[in-house]
């Protein structure tokens, strides 16, 4: 094999291997998150890691899925570590679960890989939300479903309790690929492999945990609700269970009681004639009073040399047939005297009990210890069933005699007052709940074995939710009792609590999730939206940047040609002008009336055309680059403009005044000018024979100075306050106020190469205040 074969499968079987430990480890940390009595925990991080391992490693690396579930489920480490053994059903489902798992993380691995493209950008919050969803909620369907069906199948988990494990698998799993699938990815580092964090995009995370948490406290609720409930049913169990126990041993009490009368009767008189026992057994109606009791008889303690009289005197008092039975080689004697009544217990009549073991040991225990004691397990004699059965025995000792120690027990010890019983009846209906709400198993000894078996009500096949077992001592016997609840039991202790909060926790955090995903369309389109608009926005700017360039590019050709035109018919209109006024001057008497008003419209003419030359010379100067910013005390460019306007101030006898000017940076030739034009405007533009009152204002607009040129003129229409700053744009007729109309425009170019703007506010007949701006 090539070195780069070996690196190769090296670096598969690491990444299998660290699948698996990672998988048992944060599985042994899911457990402490199961809900009892179930095996399925409310949290599962390894169904996150196998995820994320494989959305990074490739889908390849699923054995390390398989190794890890099968090794947890099937408790192999710990059984091979303490030495035991493994059950064979337990390895089934083991397989099957670990099945289950890897088949869920390759499938979910697989979707994810095929129909999403790997990183999916965080910006994308339909797609990221799509695909946790997939790997979550639907990807987790499987290995819920696998793993509880291979449980259930071996017989671990019970039908009623297969959707409550089934739902608390998948909400485990599914929080466990929410929590870890991005906890994994961002602690080894492999978070951009799947998910793209370009832009920053916080709507995916904050989905996330928006779900995560509803589903958390869901699901902590319902474990909360769910153990509750099985504990309260729990403890109801243990509280039939004690009271089951109390009836049994009050039960026995009162047994006792009635035999303590028997030794009454014995000690009472000297001898105790056959007659004298079935009046004293008749009158305690034993088997009506004391249900499961069979009798009431009395044992006499023969002794080996004794047997014989005994024989003889038991058979003069009204039994001539008596005799003892079976034989024995123990030279014991504990023979039954009497037994009442007969008919049905004349089997034991002369039954020697010390031929059987637990009779003998009950016996002796009794004589010994001068307590009642009862036999283990045996059959009586008379039961036809031939079911399980004991003696209570109570010791009869001789009237005076002390018994304090074992020895003057032994001494004294007469006999013994005892009861048959069948187990069957006598535990039957211990208490009402017996049967229904529970069974109860009972084994003589400490063993649950069949041999032992004493009694049960347990005939179903029926697997118990609830299981108590206690051992208890009864009358110097040991038994055990085994309490199951029934299917009756079962059901009615069954509240809808849980399920209720679990299924309205699961609808509302789907209805979330549902407006969640509906919220991420929305974003992802008005995203899309924004996206579109923006491009095309910046194409139209582009567009626009092109069309400013040509226009202004166009524009400076324009004026470019303006001036030169007009710089070169400067010379012609001015030899027109010239030759006309020469004209005048030397043939105008030579001239008729009308060759003089001819000649009267060419010099007009030659004139208007020479100002609108020079005008236009002008306003195409302004469009050339200007030499650099100087500063400029405004106020001193004002005295120059009123002395250049000195003559027109004077024949209309104009006021003007003005505020203290700032000095800024400008371009002095065109400032003045402005002003030139503004003031000679303010002063033009009157009603005939007024006198014109002009004010030059400005304000500190901060960054700027707001300029103001106020007049007491024939004011503008407010509609042609725009216009009027167009190239050539009159409003009145050259005759009334002559102009080039190309003023104002002037005007306009030169604060807008002063960083400014100018606009005019005017009321007709009261005024016109024209505003222009100059930055700082
Ligand atoms: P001109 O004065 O050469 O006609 P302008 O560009 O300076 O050209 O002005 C354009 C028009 O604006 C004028 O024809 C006039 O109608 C109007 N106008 C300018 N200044 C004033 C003002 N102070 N008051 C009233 N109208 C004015």
Redesign the pocket.
């Known amino acids: 094999m090539t070195e780069i074969g070996k690196s190769r499968i090296l670096e598969y079987t690491g990444r299998v291997l660290l699948l698996a430990a990672l998988n048992y480890v944060f599985g042994k940390i899911g457990l402490l998150t199961a809900v009892q009595p179930g095996f399925a925990s409310i949290f599962w991080p390894p169904a996150g890691i196998a995820i994320a391992m494989m959305l990074v490693y490739g889908c390849a690396i699923w054995p390390g899925v398989f190794i890890a579930s099968f090794l947890f489920n099937s408790g192999m480490p710990e059984a091979l570590l303490t030495g035991g053994t493994m059950e064979g059903f337990r390895v089934l489902a083991a397989c099957g679960i670990a099945f289950g798992s890897s088949v869920q993380a390759v499938i979910s691995c697989i979707l994810i890989r095929r129909y999403f493209t790997l990183p999916v950008s965080l910006a994308r919050t339909r797609e990221v939300v799509t695909l946790m969803l997939a790997a979550g909620p639907v990807g987790c369907l499987i290995a819920a479903t696998i793993g509880v069906t291979s449980l259930h199948f071996v017989g671990i988990v019970r039908e009623e309790a297969f959707l409550q494990n089934w739902l608390t698998w998948w909400g485990g799993d599914v929080l466990g690929v929410f929590v870890f699938m991005p906890l994994f990815l961002v602690c080894s580092g492999t978070f951009e492999r799947v998910f793209e964090t370009g832009k920053k995009a916080l709507y995916p995370y904050v989905a996330i945990i928006a779900l995560i948490i509803p589903l958390g406290a869901t699901l902590a609720a319902w474990k909360v609700a769910a153990q509750a409930s099985y504990e309260k049913a729990h403890d109801q169990f243990a509280h039939l269970a004690i009271e089951s126990e109390a009836a049994l041993q009050h039960r026995m009490n009162s047994y006792e009681q009635s035999l303590l009368s028997g030794i009454g009767l014995i000690a009472g008189s000297a001898s105790v004639e056959r007659g004298e026992w079935h009046a004293f057994a008749k009158a305690m109606q034993v088997r009506d009073r004391f249900p499961g009791i069979n009798g009431i008889g009395y044992i006499a303690d023969v002794p080996a040399d004794g047997v014989k009289s005994f024989l003889r005197e038991t058979r003069a008092d009204d039994a001539p047939d008596f005799s003892i039975h079976p034989e024995v080689t123990n030279n014991l004697y504990f023979v039954i005297k009497y037994i009442e009544p007969v008919d049905i217990n004349a089997p034991a009549m002369g039954l020697n009990i010390a031929f059987e073991e637990e009779r003998r040991l009950a016996a002796v225990a009794a004589r010994d210890t001068g307590a009642a004691a009862i036999t283990g397990r045996i059959t009586l004699v008379q039961d036809n069933r031939k079911g399980a059965g004991f003696l209570l025995l109570l010791p009869v000792y001789k009237a005076g005699m002390p018994v304090n120690t074992v020895e003057e027990r032994r001494l004294a010890h007469e006999g013994w007052v005892y009861a048959p019983f069948i187990a069957r009846n006598f535990m039957k209906g211990l208490t009402i709940n017996q049967g229904d709400d529970f069974n109860l198993t009972v084994y003589d000894g400490t063993e649950e074995k069949i041999g032992a078996l004493l009694y049960t009500t347990d005939a179903s096949a029926h697997r118990p939710a609830f299981t108590v077992r206690k051992k208890i001592g009864v009358k110097q016997q040991e038994w055990t009792l085994v309490w199951t609840s029934t299917k009756e039991f079962e059901q009615r202790q069954k509240t809808n609590e849980a399920i209720i909060i679990l299924v309205s926790g699961l609808l509302f955090t789907a209805l979330l999730g549902a407006v969640l995903q509906l919220q991420a369309r929305r974003t992802d389109v008005v995203e899309e939206q924004v996206y579109i608009r923006t491009a095309e926005l910046a194409e139209r700017e582009a567009h626009l940047a092109q069309v400013v360039d040509r226009l202004t590019e166009s524009n400076t050709e324009l004026e470019r040609f303006a001036y030169v035109v007009s710089h070169d018919m400067q010379e012609p209109i001015r030899m027109v002008s010239n030759f006309s006024s020469l004209l005048w001057h030397q043939y105008q008497d030579k001239m008729d009336a009308s060759g003089k008003k001819y000649l009267d419209i060419l010099i007009e003419g030659s004139r208007r055309l020479q100002n609108m030359i020079t005008d236009l010379l002008e306003y195409a100067r302004l469009g050339q680059a200007a030499r650099g910013m100087q500063e400029i005390d405004s106020e001193t460019m004002l005295q120059y403009v009123l002395e250049n306007l000195n003559f027109v101030i004077y024949e209309h006898e104009a006021v003007v005044t003005h505020d203290k000017l700032p000095v800024f940076m400008g371009y002095p030739v065109q400032f003045m000018s402005l002003l030139q034009?503004l003031i000679s405007?303010?002063i033009?533009?009157q009603p005939k024979g007024a006198e014109p009152k002009i004010h030059v204002g400005v304000e500190d607009g901060g960054d700027h100075w707001l300029f103001s040129i106020r007049?007491n003129?024939?004011?503008?229409d407010p509609k042609n306050a725009d216009k009027?700053f167009e190239p050539f744009?009159?409003?009145?007729t050259y005759q009334d106020?002559p102009?080039?109309?190309?003023?104002?425009?002037a005007c306009k170019k030169i604060v807008s190469n002063h960083g400014g703007r100018i606009w005019v506010e005017s009321e007709q007949g009261v005024g016109?205040t024209f505003f222009f701006t100059i930055m700082k």
Do not use: E
Not at 713 to 716: A, E, K, N
Not at 729 to 732: Q, S
Not at 739 to 745: A, K, R, W
């Open positions: 034009n405007n303010a033009k533009y007049d003129g024939i004011g503008i009027i744009k009159r409003l009145h106020y102009g080039t109309g190309l003023g104002l425009s016109s």
